[in-house]
């Protein structure tokens, strides 16, 4: 069965370093998706990814977070200065937008910790 | 802003009997509602969909059912097994007129199916 995968599993950074988190979505699907989930909180809307351009964006989604489909395989987050407060589970998502529904799979999740 | 409320954050049930889990939203432009399960250290799995325009969809031991005018909406697992027990996230989407429909979720329910 396809399926979502993430790398790394668990990433470990010095605040103010960049990271870059990276996602592999199921191969036919042409939406994706980036979510986290701060330990104890739900899960929260990202950004959302298209035809190579963002199609929405969260407020938490600022100017130090950037995505980007480098080829035909691969979607990564990119955060350019991190701090303490993205320490969170990222979750990269797909889905093809059948039917005007959108179901989105879900990868495993990357555990970011900022120190 | 909590467009998605699972009030129970916890529900504790016997193998065999059946689970209910609960989901009120408040955004009436929703049109499309999710349900996730989500083990320890894993990203969230999709389990079943329902769109507004339907009541009740169902899906071998798991069926939800759609109340639009409460704005609720329910998720049975009939019967419950002990691998069962994870957290049930339930999420919601509108179509907002682009190409992504982005995922609101609730806080979650942990269910746990006692043998």
């Known amino acids: 069965e396809p399926e979502v995968t993430q790398t790394p599993s668990h990433q470990v950074t010095q605040m103010g370093q960049e990271v870059i988190l990276r996602c592999v979505p199921i191969?036919?699907?042409?939406?994706f998706y980036w979510y986290r989930q701060i330990l104890g909180q739900k899960v929260e809307f990202l950004v959302s990814f298209y035809n190579n351009e963002i199609s929405e964006k969260s407020e938490i989604f600022d100017d130090q977070f950037s995505v980007e489909r480098p080829d035909g395989s691969n979607f990564t987050l990119k955060i350019r200065s991190t701090k303490l407060e993205d320490s969170a589970m990222y979750f990269c998502a797909s889905s093809d937008l059948g039917q005007g529904t959108d179901t989105q799979y879900f990868g495993p999740g990357t555990r970011l910790t900022v120190l | 802003d909590q467009q998605v409320k699972q009030n129970s954050p916890s529900l504790s049930v016997q193998e065999g009997r059946i689970s209910i889990l609960n989901c009120d939203y408040t955004?009436?432009?929703?049109?499309?509602f999710l349900w996730y399960k989500k083990y320890p250290a894993e990203g969230p799995t999709f389990l079943i969909s329902?769109?507004?325009?339907?009541d009740k969809n169902e899906d071998g031991r798991f069926t939800v059912f759609l109340n639009k005018s409460a704005k609720h909406l329910s998720l049975h697992i009939v019967p419950s097994q002990p691998g069962d027990s994870a957290v049930y996230f339930c999420?919601?989407?509108?179509?907002?007129?682009?190409?992504?429909?982005?995922?609101?979720f609730g806080k979650g329910t942990l269910l746990t199916v006692n043998p």
């Open positions: 955004n009436s432009m929703f049109d499309y």
């Open positions: 999420a919601a989407s509108q179509n907002s007129g682009g190409s992504n429909y982005k995922l609101t």
């Open positions: 191969s036919n699907h042409l939406y």
């Open positions: 329902i769109s507004s325009i339907k």
